[in-house]
């Protein structure tokens, strides 16, 4: 079963989570198997001095018992550097892992987008002349994987408003933009 995790940070724990970063490669090192995808979200650009705002994480784990410990046992969830956790089921639409992304891991303006959904399923297919950039999509399902409660994408786009038009705007109750990078040790 696929899930999506949503880290989002505290305000002012930075100092926290760069103190713990090597903890936290370390637990997800040790999940390196089912990870479909990972990577932080930035207020910015994700330059040096840019904070994070959060950490994504899509992993392929037996149950939804194993996606809760997975989202809760995480060191920087655990010493208090995330305000709150958005964990969903997911659908891979793609059926490939980030690593798989053509596009490589720079390059181009890369962001997460979260259309939290409002009522009847939508954006179930791969958007059409989006494929190239997409580096992750699929439906955020209810835990037992029937009701579709919106849409996940990471991709390389132009802009953030390029970014969230790869939804169909009126079918969510709101959409989110992040800027974010791909995530994992240095190479």
Do not use: K
């Not at 994480?57 to 410990?69: E, M, Q, V």
């Not at 169909?168 to 933009?177: C, G, S």
């Amino acid at each position: 079963m696929e899930f999506f995790c949503y880290h989002r940070d505290r305000p002012g724990s930075m100092a926290l989570r760069d103190e713990l970063l090597e903890e936290h490669w370390s637990y997800m090192d040790r999940h390196a198997a089912e990870m479909i995808a990972r990577g932080p979200t930035f207020a910015g650009d994700g330059g040096d001095d840019d904070p994070a705002t959060g950490s994504v994480h899509i992993a392929d784990l037996p149950d939804s018992a194993a996606a809760r410990a997975f989202a809760f046992d995480e060191p920087n969830y655990q010493a208090g550097v995330y305000r709150d956790v958005l964990l969903r089921r997911w659908r891979n639409t793609l059926g490939r892992t980030m690593w798989d992304f053509s596009g490589g891991r720079t390059g181009g303006n890369r962001y997460l987008v979260l259309g939290l959904g409002a009522g009847q399923a939508a954006d179930l297919a791969v958007p059409a002349g989006v494929d190239e950039d997409l580096i992750a999509y699929g439906p955020l399902l209810s835990d037992d994987g029937a009701a579709w409660l919106g849409t996940a994408a990471l991709l390389r786009a132009r802009d953030a408003d390029a970014a969230r038009a790869i939804l169909t705007q009126d079918r969510y109750a709101d959409i989110e933009v992040h800027n974010w990078a791909f995530g994992g040790r240095p190479a």
